[in-house]
T-cell receptor, first 110, second 113 residues
Framework: GEDVEQSLFLSVREGDSSVINCTYT??????LYWYKQEPGAGLQLLTY?????DMKQDQRLTVLLNKKDKHLSLRIADTQTGDSAIYFC??????????FGAGTTVTVRA | NAGVTQTPKFQVLKTGQSMTLQCAQD?????MSWYRQDPGMGLRLIHY???????DQGEVPNGYNVSRSTTEDFPLRLLSAAPSQTSVYFC????????????FGPGTRLTVT
């Protein structure tokens, strides 16, 4: 949606770190999300962060939130070929309706 | 535990035809919603429901109807299909207590010719 923006493509070498960036406009957002979509599949919730947090780490995933700049990032450490997918940033409030970005296609090259 | 299921996986319609996309969840979730996914646009909310008997419009509701007669099912009806409705449709559900965890179905790819 127009309220959430992210770059469309990212190419990364296997073993390197990937960083996907996202900006949003709704200052009342309560939750920020990262979803992963593999080819031909639905959306898989990767991780989410509450708006009162700055950082969340979950195994190879690190989410950073800069609420002042309304900037969200997802870092994937030691990127693998299985990480090739489309990654969607989304924001939501307590009414649970989500606004999605257009998705970043991540390609992992050997 | 099947989670969120959608049928059919693929569908081709002619302009003017009607059909119903099915969505079911077995997690006893109160909230269900329908999104469409178009290239370069992310997902857009069509309709949603906060419980049986309650539905409301999302961002792009025109040309679609929904009903929620049971907690488990949330069908999406296309009244008179148009080529602009060619898209991939996703159903999602979440619990009222953990609204931040939305579970998505595998999607229905619809082509209207």
């Amino acid at each position: 949606g127009e309220d959430v923006e992210q770059s469309l493509f990212l190419s990364v070498r296997e073993g390197d770190s990937s960083v996907i960036n996202c900006t949003y406009t709704d200052s009342s957002s309560t939750y920020l999300y990262w979803y992963k979509q593999e080819p031909g599949a639905g959306l898989q919730l990767l991780t989410y962060i509450f708006s009162n947090m700055d950082m969340k780490q979950d195994q190879r995933l690190t989410v950073l939130l800069n609420k002042k700049d309304k900037h969200l990032s997802l870092r994937i450490a030691d990127t693998q070929t299985g990480d090739s997918a489309i990654y969607f940033c989304a924001e939501g409030s307590n009414d649970y309706k989500l606004s999605f970005g257009a998705g970043t296609t991540v390609t992992v090259r050997a | 535990n099947a989670g969120v299921t959608q049928t059919p996986k693929f569908q081709v319609l002619k302009t003017g035809q009607s059909m119903t996309l099915q969505c079911a969840q077995d997690m006893n979730h109160e909230y269900m919603s329908w999104y469409r996914q178009d290239p370069g646009m992310g997902l857009r909310l069509i309709h949603y429901s906060v419980g049986a008997g309650i539905t409301d419009q999302g961002e792009v509701p025109n040309g679609y109807n929904v009903s929620r007669s049971t907690t488990e099912d949330f069908p999406l009806r296309l009244l008179s299909a148009a080529p602009s409705q060619t898209s991939v449709y996703f159903c999602a559900s979440s619990s009222r207590d953990t609204t931040y965890e939305q579970y998505f179905g595998p999607g229905t790819r619809l082509t209207v010719t």
